[in-house]
């Protein structure tokens, strides 16, 4: 028998044929050590994944390469996905890869790292785009779970620092699959809403409950908040990517939301320094008038001839009209403003609350004021304060009761 010598070109096509062909090669996964890794100017990248026994020379494609959230380190352990195939030039098979990522727990620490190093190249966490927050919000807006002990804590804060800010709650998941879209959503639903300020928020957890707010798609939507955002998740040691694209980061929910709010205590001595500032200035206006009119009077009596006499005497009267005219109309805009500033402090008197059939409770043991079932024991005796007078009463063995606090939904 006679044998026809192949080429090399043949023999290496018919090889890769048979790599093509199996359906194997065309889909696997690769766990191994990178070794030689190198980013072309082209943007193609090159290495080799090893183990104690064998290497795969790598190739990953511009296309791919792009997608990739970080770049691994030698001797980093990897888990490469793509197909076997044969670099017919040289004689070589190589893993043509599609993508990659690190193996254990760091493989998060990488991609939130990564991640956050192309965001922050983007310009998205620059100081510059930060905005102060508003000091008397009149709607606030907040996304985060419905069955979350954080809404309520947010409930709490803001209505017992600022009860005048109307709420508007647009609930979503916080953890899972389903959250990042679900956040994104919730989030856009008060973009469209005339809200002053925005509070994302959720309690503590791990770096896995917690990673749908390193979700690129919800740290880009938080930077494209059309009014100032304080996210406010898990507790003061965790960091997320909304975090850093926010206008301002709280260490907790709660904290968010004082942070969103004023105090009542501050809304009051802004009332009484404005109410000084209005007096200062009347009197400051007053008193220049008054010299005024007594430098005219001087000069009135420093001249002898008549039509001298008769000018002052029409320069004076003249002052006199406009200094009436003037001190009427300052003394005018002084009330109403003194009477806006006084509408604004019977708004926050708390007898006025009374007025409209609330009470306040105060424990005789304790000395303070009632805000819970928690905060009295059985046979406590106590004050209960109404607007037109104070009833005693002794408390039996009391029953909790569930309560949540109304407020609107979207």
């Known amino acids: 028998m006679q044998w026809t010598p192949w080429s090399v070109s043949e023999l290496t096509t018919y090889i890769s044929t048979l790599f093509d062909e199996d359906e194997f090669l065309q889909n696997v996964l690769v766990r191994g050590e990178v070794s030689n890794w190198s980013r072309a100017s082209s943007g193609h990248c090159y290495f080799t994944i090893k183990d104690a026994d064998a290497q795969l020379k790598c190739v990953m494609w511009k296309t791919a390469a792009a997608r990739l959230l970080f770049d691994p380190m030698d001797g ?24 990659l990522q690190p193996v254990g727990q760091g493989a998060l620490y990488a991609q939130f790292d990564a991640l956050k190093r192309r965001l922050e190249a983007e310009g998205l966490f620059d100081a510059a785009r930060k905005r102060p927050l508003p000091r008397y919000p009149r709607r606030i807006g907040v996304v985060t779970s419905l069955q979350a002990a954080a809404l309520r804590d947010i409930l709490n804060v803001l209505r017992r620092r600022y009860p005048l800010a109307e709420i508007i709650i647009s609930p979503t998941l916080v953890q899972g699959d389903e959250a990042p879209p679900q956040i994104v959503e919730a989030l856009r639903r008060l973009y469209r809403e005339d809200v002053d300020v925005i509070l994302l928020a959720r309690g503590g957890g791990s770096i896995e409950e917690l990673w749908a707010f390193n979700d690129e798609r919800v740290v880009r939507t938080v930077a494209e908040s059309p009014v100032p955002l304080i996210t406010g998740v898990g507790h003061e040691t965790d960091f997320t990517l909304v975090d850093f694209a926010a206008d301002c980061r709280a260490p907790t929910p709660s904290a968010a939301a004082e942070m969103a709010t004023p105090n009542s205590e501050d809304v009051l001595a802004d009332v009484q320094r404005i109410r000084q500032a209005l007096t ?53 805009l002084l009330h109403m403003q003194l009477q806006s500033a006084h509408a604004q402090l019977r708004a926050l008197d708390p007898h006025a609350v009374l007025q409209r059939g609330y009470a306040m409770v105060r424990n005789e043991r304790t000395g303070r004021f009632v805000h819970s079932i928690h905060d009295v024991l059985p046979g406590d005796q106590l004050q209960i304060h109404v607007a037109d007078g104070t009833i005693h009463a002794i408390i039996p063995p009391k029953e909790e009761t569930d309560h949540d606090g109304d407020a609107a939904h979207l």
């Open 76 to 99: 980093d352990e990897v888990i490469v996905w793509g197909r076997v195939g044969v670099y017919a030039t040289r004689g070589l098979y190589q893993l043509y890869a599609e993508g």
């Open 280 to 332: 200062t200035l009347v009197r400051q206006r007053l008193t220049h008038w008054q010299r005024d009119v007594e430098h005219a009077w001087q000069r009135l009596d420093s001249l002898t001839p008549e039509h001298h006499v008769q000018r002052l005497h029409n320069e004076v009267a003249a002052h006199r009209r406009r200094l009436a005219d003037l001190t009427q109309n300052r003394l005018h």
